[in-house]
């Protein structure tokens, strides 16, 4: 079952290489459904005790000591039903709009999709590093051939942004991160083995843990790859480029899922492996977390570009994700956890309904935008949801996820905790100035506010149903999640940390 | 004391037996006309059988030629892996204006004697025949580069490639003389068995082996001694280049470590630091030389550089993991680096931009057969997941850090990111450029040097009819190297067990 929820999006994006390219893109779909098909039997069968379940081992590379592990627990559980959702959203609106050469625009969604599964269920820990490093591979493509070219802001001094360039250095400075990533995988297991035959499984290098010395250097290269991902605030160099020109509908499932994949990496990796080094470095990466919320959030509402408003929100939450995960509780991992499947829904959304946006005001300058609320209520309504879903209006999955995540914080680091709390009435402003600014307003010369598609609306409408669901019950995700997430955390807790005498 | 014939192995010479009766063959043939598919056709045939016999045999060890030859699966994978190029560098030539002119089969009876001789050096276990064989390697190249006989980079190319490999041949002919001086042997066990104890650290010893580093350093273009790499690889005929990047690199490599572990086993401590600071360098030089060049066979040149300087640490380590490290890594390479050659040899007949980068802008969408291929190649020499090329780099870092070299596995991956922006850039030409308009010939700077169809005034490139110049073999042959290099990329547990067999046999030999 887990084999057909990795491999089925990439089996059907190769089939569809075979279709005419107008039907291309639903046939990938179809691929993206018995994904979520898969997924979603998953999640009911899931047993909350039971630790890591529908386990797959396989000999892979014998030599190298590689095995072929999948398996999912209680923290990845959810990350993969939002891709699978998330990917059936994205897939389905760009099938209905198909770019040029559509075949390979859907092969690369396949491929996407595939990669990012298989870093979420991978147990073996040279097989997550390929899989986190091959979901590049996608995206470059998508960003590079279908990017388009961007305004920039002419007022600040700032040329056109093209897309080539900007895809380049977002490429570069991920690989930089994940290749010093494959670098360090290689030496945990080496050195774990000490002579012995060598195994990459998390679990086993978790259970027999390195000396701190090299645990220090190693988490040091495995931070750098995740916190580029994400971005967190030093590291956030490609991004402003990277979101501006890329094609939106992608850009949905590069915020929504793969800026996960790095904070996730802290829980599934670095956590249990290295709890030495993360009880060494928490306060540092604590300063970077609270950093990523107040930088991500001050630039967030002096942009004037939708792109822009979104990607620096993402590093905000991002931010307050990476500030629950090293609270190093079990509340505010939790709570990280929650917030990754919450963020993931919010802005693979508000993605989709920039596309419309600039569709209607024919940029994505909120400046230009306005007043596109006047005749289409539904539009107004599904962006509305999303947009206090974005700013953890209490009522909203996201306030309980920040709550956990505050909790825990002040628990452990209490003065991160009170600075990280201004970044929640930040983001009331920025998110509301969004929606403002491109709903209400007076409308300008030449923009006409239409209603949203039929077959669009529902998709959005989809999306934002899963959103109010979690509002109604978030335990769906804090009831499954706990059990795995306390098990991530035991060995930080166990090392002899001040966190708990502060 | 009586006088004892040498016993003759003829089972275990048979591949080598193979290829020089085909070179005479060809050679023979090539006197008179034939149709023009006749002499590739037998040339492929002799290394076909060739590589036939090398499989039969892969399962011996034993000495050959009275001591002078060593039958392992070691050096039968340089003879496979070569064999396997010079296969496809036949198909390239195919219409290339090189072979059709270097009158009577030369071009491929040539071809047949730097096989032999690579073959030879991957198992030579004594002074004088590896040097023979370096030789029988070198000098059929020297020629080949000149091959494009009216076309003036060629023959510069191959000038500059003789006075420099003349220079490495006797750089090592030297450090030969060095090392025979302080060991008293010219076999590779008496060596080994002479450096033994205080021996080793003899100057001369010393100044010998840092004298045969360098002379094999010339032939597998590690920094600093790489300068004639981008030069040679430019001005040769393509087909010719593809060969040198592949073949010749393999040879050496294999040739290298099997003296080095073999022979000069006994200096290890002294000669592992030098080797580790000359596969930086080359790292480094190689790298940040690529990201300049507009010319993708200067590119390959310098990725070349890099790669070599890759292959290098499997040496250092001096383990059996960095041993089967380095032969998977060679083999993988070669598939890779051909993919891209056949792509560029192909874009070099259709368009009019010779081997600039210009020639495969846009090919995404007029010529997608040879954009995956060129693409594939590309990811894959970057050692991005999926791809052989993946696999090669973990295995060599993974080999590195069980070493105690972990900061040479640091270095590798610091060199791969910064090859990115280099075969990303010729990624991005394929995918997210428009094609240049036909109309237009290419004029100015950047064309100049690049182009023998209008700078050597050559006009025999310009005489091929443009609807010829699509040639299905050459499309087929990238295909399937891109194809290998997905397959191996995904399931690599064949082509490692292949590359353990080959290294483990010479572990035994070495212990």
């Known amino acids: 079952m887990i084999e057909v929820l990795l491999w089925a999006p990439l089996a059907f994006a190769l089939a569809a290489a075979l279709f005419p390219g107008r039907i291309a893109g639903w046939v990938v779909a179809v691929g993206g459904l018995v994904s979520l098909a898969m997924a979603i039997a998953i999640v009911v069968g899931f047993d909350p005790s039971g630790g890591l379940q529908h386990t797959v081992d396989e000999s892979w590379i014998p030599t190298l000591g590689v095995r072929y592990q999948l398996a999912v627990d209680g923290i990845s559980l959810f990350l993969v039903l939002l891709t699978t959702v998330v990917w059936l959203a994205g897939t389905v609106w760009s099938a209905l709009n198909p770019p040029e050469r559509p075949r390979l625009y859907f092969l690369m969604f396949g491929l996407a999709e595939t990669s990012v599964l298989g870093a979420f269920l991978a147990q073996d820990l040279i097989l997550f590093v390929l899989f986190f490093d091959l979901m590049l591979i996608p995206f470059y493509f998508l960003f590079g051939s279908w990017g388009t070219e961007h305004p920039g802001r002419p007022e600040e001094d700032e040329g056109p942004i093209r897309p080539q360039p900007a895809t380049l250095k977002m490429f570069i400075y991920t690989l930089v991160g994940s290749l010093l990533m494959l670098a360090g995988a290689i030496a945990t297991g080496v050195l774990a083995a000490d002579g012995g035959s060598v195994d990459f499984n998390i679990q086993h290098l978790a259970a027999d843990p390195l000396g701190s010395g090299s645990q220090y250097w190693i988490f040091c290269f495995f931070a750098a790859a995740f916190l580029v991902k994400m971005p967190a605030f030093p590291v956030h160099g490609w991004m402003p480029d990277a979101y501006r020109v890329a094609p939106l509908p992608a850009l949905a499932l590069f915020s929504g899922v793969l800026s996960k994949v790095g904070a996730y990496g802290f829980l599934r990796v670095v956590l249990p492996i290295f709890p030495a080094a993360t009880s060494h470095f928490q306060e540092v990466i604590l300063v970077v977390a609270v950093a990523s919320i107040l930088y991500g959030s001050v630039m967030a509402f002096t942009q004037t570009s939708a792109r822009l408003i979104l990607g620096y929100s993402s590093m905000a939450q991002l931010g307050f994700i990476t500030l629950g995960i090293f609270s190093l509780r079990a509340d505010g991992a939790d709570g990280a956890v929650l917030n990754m499947v919450n963020h993931g829904l919010v802005v693979a959304p508000l993605m989709l309904i920039a596309v419309l946006l600039v569709e209607r005001a024919g940029s994505d300058d909120i400046r230009r935008m306005g007043g596109l609320a006047t005749r289409a209520p539904v539009l107004a309504a599904l962006f509305l949801i999303a947009t206090l879903a974005l700013l953890a209006m209490p009522g909203s999955a996201n306030f309980i996820g920040e709550f956990y995540i505050l909790n825990g914080t002040f628990q452990s680091k209490i003065v991160y905790a009170f600075v990280a709390a201004i970044g929640i009435a930040l983001a009331a402003y920025y998110a509301l100035r969004l929606y403002q600014a491109a709903m209400h307003n007076r409308k300008p010369e030449g923009i006409e506010s239409r209603e949203v598609g039929l077959l669009q609306g529902a998709i959005l409408g989809g999306l934002i149903a899963c959103i109010i669901g979690l509002a109604l019950w978030p335990g769906l995700i804090l009831h499954r999640a706990d059990d795995s997430v306390s098990g991530q955390l035991s060995a930080t807790s166990e090392a002899p940390t001040e966190v708990a005498q502060r | ?511």
């Not at chain 2, 001096?318 to 192909?346: D, I, P, Q």
Request: hydrophobic share 55%; charged share 10%; aromatic share 8%.
């Open chain 2, 1 to 511: 004391m009586s006088f004892n014939a040498p016993h003759i192995d003829y089972a275990g010479l048979s591949p080598v037996i193979a290829l020089t009766a085909g070179l005479v063959l060809v050679l023979m043939v090539g006197l008179f006309r034939w149709p023009r598919w006749v002499l590739p056709a037998m040339t492929i045939a002799v290394v076909a059988v060739t590589a036939g016999l090398a499989l039969w045999q892969w399962d011996e060890q034993q000495d050959l030629v009275a001591g002078a030859l060593r039958l392992d699966a070691f050096g039968l994978a340089v003879c496979l892996i070569t064999c396997l190029s010079a296969a496809i560098v036949v198909v390239l030539a195919i219409r290339e204006p090189a072979a059709e002119e270097a009158g009577y089969g030369a071009f491929y009876a040539l071809l047949l004697g730097s096989v032999l001789g690579m073959t030879l050096i991957a198992q030579a276990q004594n002074l004088i025949a590896f040097f023979v064989a370096l030789e029988l390697l070198s000098i059929p190249l020297y020629v080949l580069c000149a091959s494009a006989r009216r076309a003036e980079p060629s023959l510069e190319s191959g000038l500059k490639y003789l006075v420099i490999g003349s220079i490495g041949s006797a750089t090592v002919l030297y450090g030969f003389a060095l090392l025979y001086g302080g060991s008293g042997s010219t076999e590779f066990t008496g060596i080994a068995k002479g450096l033994a104890g205080d021996n080793g650290s003899d100057t001369i010893v010393l100044i010998g082996v840092a004298m045969v580093a360098t002379g094999l350093a010339f032939k597998t273009s590690i920094a600093p001694f790489h300068q004639w790499t981008p030069d040679v690889y430019q001005g040769a005929p393509t087909p010719v280049t593809a060969f040198m990047a592949v073949a010749t690199k393999a040879a050496a490599f294999i040739a290298l470590a099997r003296l080095f572990e073999v022979a000069l086993g006994p200096t290890a401590d002294d000669w592992k630091p030098a080797l580790a600071a000359l596969a930086v360098i080359s790292i480094a030089v190689g790298n940040i030389g690529a990201l300049g060049q507009d010319s993708l066979k200067r590119l390959l040149g310098y990725s070349g550089i890099a790669q070599a300087g890759y292959m290098l640490a499997g040496i250092v380590v001096a383990t059996e993991k960095g041993l089967e490290a380095l032969v998977f890594y060679a083999a993988a390479y070669t598939l890779m680096n051909l993919a891209v050659f056949a792509v560029v040899v192909a874009r070099e007949r259709e368009s009019r931009y010779g081997d600039d980068i210009e020639s495969v802008a846009g090919i995404g969408r007029s010529r997608p057969l040879l954009a995956w291929p060129l693409t594939i190649g590309m990811l894959a020499l970057a050692g991005l997941p999926g791809t052989s090329g993946f696999m090669g780099k973990l295995f060599l870092i993974e080999a590195s850090v069980d070493g105690d070299y972990t900061w040479l596995g640091v270095a590798i991956v610091i060199g791969t990111m910064v090859s990115l922006a280099y075969y990303l850039r010729v990624i991005a030409a394929v995918w997210m450029s428009p094609e240049p308009s036909a109309t237009p010939a290419p004029s100015g700077p950047g064309a100049a040097g690049a182009l023998p169809a209008i700078s050597g005034g050559s006009p025999e490139a310009d005489a091929i009819p443009k609807g010829a110049s699509r040639c299905w073999l050459i499309v087929g042959s990238a295909l399937v190297c891109g194809a290998a290099t997905i397959v191996f990329g995904v399931a690599p547990s064949p082509l490692i067990d292949w590359a353990s067999h080959a290294a483990g046999s010479l572990t035994t030999t070495v212990s």
